[in-house]
């Protein structure tokens, strides 16, 4: 085979790794990130502490997402919660839109035996 799809690989889920984080916590209302990394390893979606952290800080400086910490009913350590904000819930709409636009015009060129 002349080259290697692991390049390829990177930018896709570079793509659709702030959607999934966005899902998540949209599913379960809040999540903090120890959590996340479990529940993206578990769909194999393998990310490092050292690219989620910044990601999440960059959507709640964005305003997508509210962080608050939380030292009650907990054991161990502080935990910082993420939520989606009222701008992350239209973010991720918007970008499910697209992701499933994609999905569509990938099958239609061919997937599925589409446009010929």
């Given at each position: 085979?002349a080259?290697?799809?692991?390049?390829?690989?990177?930018?896709?889920r570079?793509?659709?790794?702030e959607?999934?984080?966005?899902?998540?916590?949209?599913?379960?209302?809040?999540?903090y990130?120890?959590?996340l990394l479990?529940?993206?390893a578990?769909?194999e979606?393998?990310?490092?502490?050292?690219?989620?952290?910044?990601l999440?800080?960059?959507?709640?400086?964005?305003?997508?997402?509210?962080?608050?910490?939380?030292?009650?009913?907990?054991?161990g350590?502080?935990?910082?919660?993420y939520?989606?904000?009222?701008d992350?819930?239209?973010?991720?709409?918007?970008?499910?839109?697209?992701?499933?636009?994609?999905?569509?015009?990938?099958h239609?060129l061919?997937?599925?035996?589409g446009?010929?």
């Amino acid at each position: 085979m002349a080259g290697s799809t692991d390049n390829w690989k990177t930018q896709i889920r570079k793509g659709y790794l702030e959607l999934c984080i966005l899902l998540l916590i949209k599913r379960h209302k809040k999540l903090y990130g120890f959590d996340l990394l479990e529940r993206l390893a578990a769909v194999e979606l393998e990310v490092k502490e050292g690219t989620l952290y910044p990601l999440l800080n960059r959507m709640s400086a964005d305003g997508l997402l509210s962080a608050t910490w939380e030292t009650e009913n907990i054991k161990g350590h502080p935990r910082k919660f993420y939520a989606l904000t009222k701008d992350g819930t239209k973010f991720l709409e918007e970008m499910r839109g697209e992701f499933d636009a994609m999905v569509g015009m990938f099958h239609q060129l061919g997937a599925k035996g589409g446009v010929s």
